[in-house]
Every structure is written in structure tokens, then in C-alpha cells.
């Protein structure tokens, strides 16, 4: 039996980055689309488990002295490329709370974006108030699909791995989360979630577009 689901975050309870703000931040950072989506994945692992601060981060990807003299806009591109919230998985999680099912929230961050999110509202009220349990990759650092990260997650909601419900869009974050004992999902989108109808293979409330 399911009692709690768990969910990523960026392309899972946020839309992927819209191609605009990527071509923006690019454009100012003197790169070409690809070349600077690349160099922002190179270390992000390493960012997202708090062992990089942003300014050596973004140096990694700008080189000196463009990251120094320009810190923070660069960390309003990063912030502003996942605060495109999803509605609708976040009517689901009210759907859920409401039948009892507890709700968690586990994902790879960077201090910049957790603690954006810890300022920021959604529908009302704080961000992180839509969840009873939130586990941060760059508090505990370590990282998914390192099998403490979702320890911390499952133990945070006082479950059994096995009822828990795990979506993550990242294929190698799956394996890790079922080879700790979650049961998981691979979120391609909210559309496909919908019309895969995987709330209804566990029993869960109906999830709609």
C-alpha cells in the first residue's frame, strides 16, 4: 500500500527551462546555446551536493573575472530557469494530503535554489508548506542516486520504502530510488503521468490534466 509520494522537482514539479531564458543567459555569458548547456551540467553533481560554492561553479563555466564581476546575475539566470511552477502535479499533491497520503519532496539543489525556494509562494502560500518532508541534496551532501539521499527522504515521512512512490525524470535516479527499496516512476511529463494513468496503478487519487 502506498502512504506517501515523493517527488523531484526540476521538470517534475517545475517546467524545464524555457528556451528564451536559456538563449538569454547564454547570450550573456558570451556562449552559444550548447556550449554553455553543457559547461552548466559539468560540475552541477558536485554544485548540487554543496561541495562547490556558486562563484567556483560559475567560474567553472565563465572563467574570471565575467563570474566575480557578474555573481549575481548569474545566479538570477540559474534561479529563473526552474520558477516555472507546474499547477497541476501540485493540485494532485492537494488531492493526495487530502486522502491521507503523505507528500515529500527530494531533489538535487544547490544552495542558491533551495534557499530560493524557501522564500518563494506557490498558490498562496509557502513553497515548501505543500510538503510534508523535504530532502535537499546540499544539506546532506550527497547527491541521487547515492542511496542516503532517498534513506533521508522515505525516513523523513516515518515509511517503509516500499510504500512510497517515487517520480523522478532523471532514468539513473529511478534505479537508484528501487534499489533502495522505493517504488518509482519515470516522469517524462505531466501528460504522459496522466495518461499512463499511474496514480490509478497505485492506488492513489485520480491525477488530471
Not at 534513506?151 to 532514468?171: M, T, V, Y
Amino acid at each position: 500500500m502506498i502512504r506517501a509520494v515523493i517527488f523531484d522537482f526540476g521538470n517534475v514539479l517545475c517546467f524545464p527551462p524555457a528556451p528564451e531564458k536559456l538563449e538569454s543567459a547564454a547570450a550573456f555569458c558570451g556562449m552559444t546555446h550548447d556550449v554553455f548547456w553543457d559547461a552548466f551540467w559539468k560540475e552541477r553533481l558536485d554544485y548540487d551536493a554543496g561541495k562547490i560554492e556558486p562563484l567556483p561553479y560559475w567560474t567553472g563555466i565563465v572563467g574570471e573575472p565575467f563570474a566575480t564581476a557578474n555573481l549575481d546575475t548569474l545566479i538570477r539566470h540559474e534561479v529563473e530557469f526552474w520558477n516555472e511552477y507546474d499547477s497541476r502535479p501540485f493540485a494532485w499533491i492537494a488531492s493526495l494530503r487530502a486522502a491521507g497520503i503523505k507528500v515529500g519532496m527530494l531533489s538535487n539543489l544547490p544552495r542558491v535554489l533551495s534557499d530560493a525556494l524557501k522564500h518563494d509562494t506557490f498558490l498562496g502560500r509557502p513553497f515548501l508548506s505543500h510538503f510534508d518532508h523535504v530532502t535537499l541534496s546540499n544539506e546532506l551532501l550527497c547527491v541521487k542516486p547515492q542511496p542516503a539521499i532517498y534513506r533521508h527522504s522515505f525516513e523523513g515521512l516515518n515509511i517503509a520504502p516500499s510504500e512510497a512512490l517515487f517520480l523522478d525524470d532523471k532514468l539513473p535516479n529511478v534505479h537508484g530510488a528501487i534499489e533502495t527499496g522505493l517504488q518509482a516512476e519515470h516522469f517524462l511529463s505531466w501528460e504522459d503521468f496522466v495518461a499512463r494513468d499511474v496514480p490509478r496503478l497505485y492506488g492513489l487519487p485520480e491525477a488530471t490534466l
